[in-house]
């Protein structure tokens, strides 16, 4: 219940926009997010592909943290056994993209959309009983709306799912693209 009414209280925030904007690097927050998130990986035979260059966008560290988390714990809930989720940041035409790929199972393309709003789950025979209380990703839409970036999901090949979230980069803040500040998370990420 405590785990709910935080949730709610992000979507809240999120829905009311930013006060403030600063300079947040995805590629950092991400590998902060996956080293957390590893051990729960390891545990449930799930493996994490990372690919993280620099990505800078304008926004709130605190939401954004929550925006990787979400697409993260997403990702991990709803997979399969020997399951992969791959996590990739970096700059697309002057964009901080941050893409969330996980296997799963087959996800309706005519859903997605659905899944997106709040309380909104798949039936359990698609997903099973994952305890999910289908706020995740609509904080996660909320969260992006918040910062002026566009999110895209489709189904992925063979099933799962494939978020990715596209932010506005600061030009003052913009290293220009190939350059990375943030090495891979340190966590034995499978190949």
Known sequence: QEHLIEALL????????LDHREPVDLAEVTSRVLVARYPQAQARGLG????????L???????????V???TDNALRYNVP???VEVTTG???????LRVANTGPPVPAGQIQRLLQPFQRLSPDRTGEHGGSGLGLSIVAAIAKAHGAAISARPGQ??????????AAPAACHDGPGRSSVPAPQVPLHR
């Open 10 to 17: 992000t979507l809240a925030r999120s829905q009311r926009g």
């Open 48 to 55: 994490i592909d990372a690919t993280l260059a620099a990505a």
């Open 57 to 67: 966008a304008a926004g709130d560290p605190g939401l954004a943290e929550r925006l």
């Open 69 to 71: 988390a979400n697409l």
């Open 82 to 84: 020997g399951g992969r």
């Open 91 to 97: 700059i697309r035409d002057g964009h901080a993209v």
């Open 158 to 167: 063979g099933g799962g799912l494939t978020i990715e979230v596209t932010f």
